[in-house]
Antibody, heavy 118, light 111 residues
């Protein structure tokens, strides 16, 4: 069955960097677009970034553009999110999600918590 | 900006049917697929409907999705409500400018 497992979250000071990973299994990873979605504590869902199945196209939400970079390693079936210049408002659970059609998400990981605090 | 609007909360009794609406402010909701996600307290979201009306394997057929192009809105209908259906529900769609957009979420209470 489809499994997505995020890792790499933790507590980090403002201005520092962090890299999240999402290990995929149970499907042909290189055939699907992938996304990062976040949720601040007690808030709704916010789309963060997307990457095409082959990594050729990448898209970012306005709040993270220029600071975050999405990437993937298809032979390793792993998705990444490099987060630089972190701000307190980046504090959230970060979920990776699979995209079957380009329009949305059909499977989600369990999430990893990023806390930006001094 | 493309936006999706959901009611803040809905409530219904076990065994009944409830419908959660998702209104778009442009035709993007009709021309691009709508997804619905369930999020129970303390858990990650799960997909209950994708591509307007498709159910992932394991999602019971009590969950159904529909789209009304004339009103630029989508709906999630849950029939035969069960206590375990109590959760937050989010709609999501795609827009060429704003890309992947979520509604604000609806808290479903099963009385």
């Amino acid at each position: 069955q489809v499994q997505l497992v995020e890792s790499g979250g933790g507590v980090v000071q403002p201005g520092r960097s962090l890299r999240l990973s999402c290990a995929a299994s149970g499907f042909t990873f290189g055939s699907y677009g992938m996304h990062w979605v976040r949720q601040a504590p007690g808030k709704g869902l916010e789309w963060v970034a997307a990457i095409w199945y082959d990594g050729t196209n990448k898209y970012y939400g306005d709040s993270v553009k220029g600071r975050f970079t999405i990437s993937r390693d298809n032979p390793k079936s792993t998705l990444y999110l490099q987060m630089n210049s972190l701000k307190a408002e980046d504090t959230a659970f970060y979920y990776c999600a699979r995209d079957p059609s380009g329009y949305g998400f059909d499977h989600w990981g369990q999430g990893t918590l990023v806390t930006v605090s001094s | 900006n493309f936006m999706l609007t959901q009611p803040h909360s809905v409530s219904a009794s076990p065994g009944t049917t409830v419908t959660i609406s998702c209104s778009g402010n442009s035709g993007s909701i009709a021309s691009n697929y709508v997804q619905w996600f369930q999020q129970r307290p303390g858990s990650a979201p799960t997909t209950v409907i994708y591509d307007h009306d498709q159910r992932p394997s394991g999602v019971p057929d009590r969950f159904s999705g529909s789209i009304d192009t004339s009103s630029m809105s989508a709906s999630l209908t849950i029939s035969g409500l069960k206590p375990e259906d109590e959760a937050d529900y989010y709609c999501q769609s795609y827009d060429r400018i704003n890309l992947w957009v979520f509604g604000g979420g609806t808290k479903l209470t099963v009385l």
